[in-house]
């Protein structure tokens, strides 16, 4: 069973506009992380938010975590077709031991 | 070592036949991870080894499957008897925990072995 649920399954945007994705997942967890996948590639790790923390940045990229709602979002600010991709959140769990993700966000960047 | 290798990247087999995908993690990773991915969707877990230990495998992990970490470096999946329904990407990962913790922290991914079963 996949714990962190993405919202929305796919989103098409210009280039230069921001994109936001957000994540519901249903347990305790001590960390949160996003990762993007381009087509028939592996995952690649963007960031990880402990659970002790709100908000953190990397770049153009922007993530918050509200634990109390059991919810977070992705923000990538200025868009670029590069960014055309999947993005996946996975939740640790409470025993932090192994990550459970969700079914993604499609995101296509139209130049 | 630049990142976790997997090999083969591809693989067609008939139904029946047994196959085995191997992955070399980064080489001071203690953790190493097996996802099962199908098209469209998320990773799913399968199993993970901390050093040799085979320590989790979800109930997605038939009979029909086993994985190996021999001497805590590289691992194997191997897939008996394949059906359709095994046709996904099989992504292997690795990572170190957070020291002192136990907790883990972000995985490296291979580019996955492409399963298809005819």
């Known amino acids: 069973s996949q714990q962190g649920e993405e919202d929305p399954q796919a989103l098409s945007i210009q280039e230069g506009e921001n994109a936001t994705m957000n994540c519901s997942y249903k347990?305790?967890?001590?960390?949160l992380q996003w990762y993007r996948q381009n087509s028939g590639r592996g995952l690649v790790h963007l960031i990880l938010?402990?659970?002790?923390?709100r908000e953190k940045h990397s770049g153009r990229l922007r993530v918050t975590l509200d634990t109390s709602k059991k919810s977070s979002s992705l923000l990538i600010t200025a868009s670029r077709a590069a960014d055309t991709a999947s993005y996946f959140c996975?939740?640790?769990?409470?025993?932090?031991?192994?990550?459970?993700f969700g079914g993604g966000t499609r995101v296509l960047v139209k130049p | 070592d630049t990142g976790v290798s997997q090999d083969p990247r591809h693989k067609i087999t008939k139904r029946g036949q047994n196959v085995t995908f191997r992955c070399d993690p980064i080489?001071?990773?203690?953790?190493l991870y097996w996802y099962r991915q199908t098209l469209g969707q998320g990773p799913e877990f399968l199993t993970y080894?901390?050093?040799?230990?085979?320590?989790?495998k979800s109930r997605l992990l038939s009979d029909r499957f086993s994985a190996e970490r021999p001497k805590g470096s590289f691992s194997t999946l191997e897939i008996q008897r394949t059906e359709q329904g095994d046709s996904a990407m099989y992504l292997c990962?690795?990572?170190?925990?957070?020291?002192?913790?136990?907790?883990?922290?972000?995985?490296?991914f291979g580019e996955g072995s492409r399963l298809t079963v005819l």
């Open positions: 990962a690795s990572s170190l925990p957070f020291p002192g913790t136990g907790v883990g922290g972000e995985l490296f």
């Open positions: 347990t305790s967890i001590n960390n």
């Open positions: 938010i402990r659970s002790n923390e």
């Open positions: 996975a939740t640790d769990g409470a025993a932090g031991n192994k990550l459970t």
């Open positions: 080489s001071e990773h203690n953790r």
């Open positions: 080894f901390q050093n040799e230990a085979q320590l989790e």
